[in-house]
């Protein structure tokens, strides 16, 4: 009897150099953000930030941060001057180049993180709106995006 069950490719072929690269280059890039957001949103929690709201805005081929607002509960309250290590990717470095950067400038790198990996180009033509929302309770950054399009209808009438 033959066994049927196993649906393994012998024949898949071995992965180029770049595909290596661009691989680890990814898993490089996932675990620096998860280790960048732990580090904000602890350096956010030990000053009482409860939330930021990061509003954005762009359209014809720019965008920019509108806003930033730190809460304390309900209170607007104002971005603590403390510093926290951040990691970034440089190039095909197998290393990341460590950082001391301000929680603010964190806050924004952040926001921009997740506008790229999500939505790419959201700030070309019609562009995009909305917020990267951090909840420090929650450990969770959330993006409530809005992307703008044009739309046409056409109505064709013969009599």
């Known amino acids: 009897m033959t066994n049927t069950s196993d649906t393994t490719s012998e024949s898949q072929a071995p992965l180029s150099e770049w595909e290596m690269k661009a ?7 996932a675990e620096l953000f998860a280790l960048n957001k732990t ?15 990061v509003s954005f805005d762009g359209y014809g081929d720019s965008g920019q941060i509108e806003n930033v607002e730190a809460q304390a509960g309900d209170d607007s309250v104002t971005m603590p001057g403390a510093t926290i290590e ?6 095909d470095q197998t290393e990341p180049k460590r950082s001391s950067v301000s929680i603010s400038d964190a806050v924004e790198s952040l926001a921009y993180d997740v506008l790229e990996k999500t939505h790419c180009g959201w700030e070309n ?7 990267v929302i951090f909840d420090v309770a929650e450990g969770a950054i959330t993006l409530d995006y809005n992307e703008r399009y044009t739309a046409s209808e056409n109505h064709t009438h013969t009599f």
């Open 86 to 91: 951040f990691a970034e990717a440089v190039g």
């Open 39 to 53: 580090a904000l949103l602890d350096a956010l929690a030990f000053a009482g930030i409860t939330r930021v709201v």
């Open 23 to 29: 691989a680890a280059r990814a898993k490089l890039d």
């Open 125 to 131: 033509g019609d562009g995009a709106y909305g917020d």
